[in-house]
């Protein structure tokens, strides 16, 4: 049975030994593959391999969907440290192993309709550039599905966002994994990566919007962002989606220095960003098409207290009606109430 390799799926057995196209060997037949087995195939530019059929069936449970999800994005994650290495080591990257990585993900998610779940699947307690990277570009992808673009703008925006942070190789170790507050001098530095960013992809792929992505995502419609103090009209519009996906996935992760913030808290203070700094329409996107996913979620309160939410609230979405046992809390009601945290 032949195989596209961004088609292996973890437990799939290699039925013959595997070689490059110079004829170096690979993989032994036999090989069970997992994530660090499909990487190894990916940089080695292997396209098809031969694997055992597979059985309906695998160890006696039908695979879980969740399970198979949070597989492919692992290893996505690790796909993209390999186009990190590529373009910290040469300054470009090769595109076919961008989009070999991307478009079977993306495919894969356009029958994923509950996008607060997929959110939920993204946390992590050691986000990097690498799954921030992958973060990024997903949710670009929805956002711009959201906003009514062909598939075609979908892919183009969302390869943007999965390569917007791609200038951070080329940013020297000790400052990209720096824990404290950074210098001046180091700030500055850290700032160059949109710049460096531009440099790999011009130099890797025939796309300049790509490129401008890259350059521009840190960019404020109010002229406050970096590092060209663009505004609002001067900002590509697939820009525009791309840094909501930033910031949004950006003040989901945990930081060192501050406890983490819920979903629901984030989206809020995006919303509260889309009046001047963030687009607007591409805000009101997210948090119009995220808000009804909260529905039958289950929640915890700033209380303690554990819910459901049941129904959202047209005067102010970020007060749900949320069922506590057997009672109702009111949170447009009982403002000292708010949602702090969201489970699958």
Request: a negative charge.
């Given at each position: 049975m032949k195989v596209h390799v961004t088609d292996l799926k973890h437990g799939d057995c290699l039925l013959t030994d595997t070689f490059n196209s110079v004829g170096l060997h690979v993989l032994p037949k036999g090989t069970v593959v997992q994530s660090e087995e499909i990487t190894i195939l990916i940089r080695h530019k292997i396209d098809y391999v031969d694997i055992e059929p597979r059985s309906m069936q695998q160890g006696g449970q039908v695979n879980n969907l969740g399970q198979d999800l949070k597989a492919n994005l692992d290893l996505t994650i690790q796909n993209y440290e390999?186009?990190?290495?590529?373009?910290?080591a040469k300054g470009s990257f090769t595109q076919s192993m961008v989009d070999n990585t991307l478009q079977p993900?993306?495919?894969?998610?356009?029958?994923q309709k509950d996008v607060v779940s997929l959110l939920l699947l993204f946390e992590r307690d050691d986000v990097d550039t690498y799954n921030h990277s992958l973060q990024v570009g997903l949710l670009s992808y929805y956002i711009a599905s959201w906003m009514g673009h062909s598939k075609a703008e979908r892919y183009e925006i969302s390869r943007a966002g999965y390569l917007h942070d791609i200038g951070k190789s080329q940013v020297p170790a000790g400052i990209l994994h720096h824990t404290g507050a950074l210098t001046p001098s180091q700030e500055e530095e850290l700032k160059r990566h949109t710049t460096y960013g531009y440099e790999i992809i011009r130099e890797s792929m025939k796309d300049e919007?790509?490129?401008?992505?890259?350059?521009?995502?840190?960019e404020f419609e109010d002229g406050s962002g970096y590092p060209g103090k663009l505004h609002k009209n001067d900002i590509h519009p697939y820009t525009r989606i791309v840094s909501v996906a930033n910031t949004y996935m950006g003040m989901t992760a945990a930081r060192a220095n501050q406890p983490k913030q819920g979903l629901v808290t984030v989206l809020r203070k995006v919303h509260e960003l889309g009046f001047g700094k963030l687009n607007g329409k591409a805000v009101q996107a997210l948090t119009g098409h995220l808000l009804p996913?909260?529905?039958?979620?289950?929640?915890?309160l700033s209380n303690g207290e554990m819910g459901t939410i049941v129904m959202n609230n047209p005067l102010d979405m970020f007060k749900p009606l949320v069922k506590v046992d057997e009672t109702f809390r009111d949170l447009s009601k009982e403002r000292n109430l708010s949602v702090e945290e969201v489970f699958i």
């Open positions: 390999a186009i990190f290495l590529e373009a910290l993900l993306l495919e894969s998610l356009d029958e919007t790509t490129a401008l992505v890259a350059l521009q995502h840190h996913n909260f529905v039958g979620k289950t929640v915890q």
